[in-house]
């Protein structure tokens, strides 16, 4: 059992932890509104990485490991479907989208 | 024991807005992700990223939910879950404005 203080270590941690042991690793968040506390946990069972927040400014964070965690579980790859996830959020355009498909139609916006 | 329940994306976002206005009095709500693979998988045989499902569970002392989300559906279901989460997990700390520092630093140039 880790506790893990620094955000960036825990998300990093966690991802890596995913990617070696995909079938077994899970994610839970667990929140008591009564202790406005939110507890994560990333764990395969053998190693477990556990980040606790009771701020409210973790959640944009607590968000994007949630979306991390959504796409790499249902086969997809977030580094590769980031461009498009990014409009979930707010981090301007990132021209870096790329499509698999036979028609490639590469957008470019014109002013 | 009550036992899991499981429903399609939209009934499981339902629910799981109604388990945690009900929590908040009392309890915890316990959010779990993991991969579902497909049965093969689970024998140990290979895993298409075709097959895989993102299982979600949500429970609240006996009641619990779980739905499986597919990659063609995970886009919106994340953003509407995202919403929930935004609603849902009010009772955390702001951020405090530093007045204190403010006052003390004077009149900005």
């Not at chain 1, 042991?21 to 556990?50: E, F, I, M, S, W």
């Not at chain 1, 796409?71 to 355009?93: I, L, V």
């Not at chain 2, 895989?52 to 953003?79: E, P, Q, W």
């Amino acid at each position: 059992m880790v506790y893990i203080n620094d955000w960036d270590a825990f998300f990093h941690e966690s991802e890596k932890l995913y990617l070696e042991h995909p079938a077994h690793t899970r994610y839970t968040l667990k929140y008591r509104h009564t202790d406005g506390k939110v507890v994560l946990k990333v764990t395969n069972d053998r190693v477990c990485l556990q980040f606790v927040t009771d701020q409210a400014t973790d959640l944009k964070r607590i968000e994007r490991l949630n979306n991390l965690f959504f796409t790499y579980m249902c086969g997809q790859d977030p580094h590769d479907s980031e461009a498009d996830a990014a409009d979930a959020g707010s981090r301007g355009d990132r021209p870096v989208s790329q499509e698999e498909s036979g028609t490639s139609k590469k957008r470019r916006g014109k002013r | 024991t009550p036992s899991m329940v499981q429903l399609d994306a939209d009934g499981f976002l339902t629910q799981l807005t109604r388990m945690l206005e009900k929590s908040r009095e009392k309890g915890a709500v316990c959010l779990t992700m993991k991969r579902y693979a497909g049965k093969e998988a689970k024998k140990g045989g290979a895993v298409d990223s075709a097959d895989c499902r993102c299982l979600v569970r949500a429970v609240h002392g006996n009641t619990k939910y779980s739905t499986l989300i597919a990659a063609k559906d995970h886009r919106r279901f994340m953003k509407s879950y995202a919403n929930i989460m935004k609603v849902s997990l009010d009772s955390l700390k702001k951020k405090e404005k530093r007045r204190a520092e403010k006052k003390k630093t004077g009149v900005a140039a």
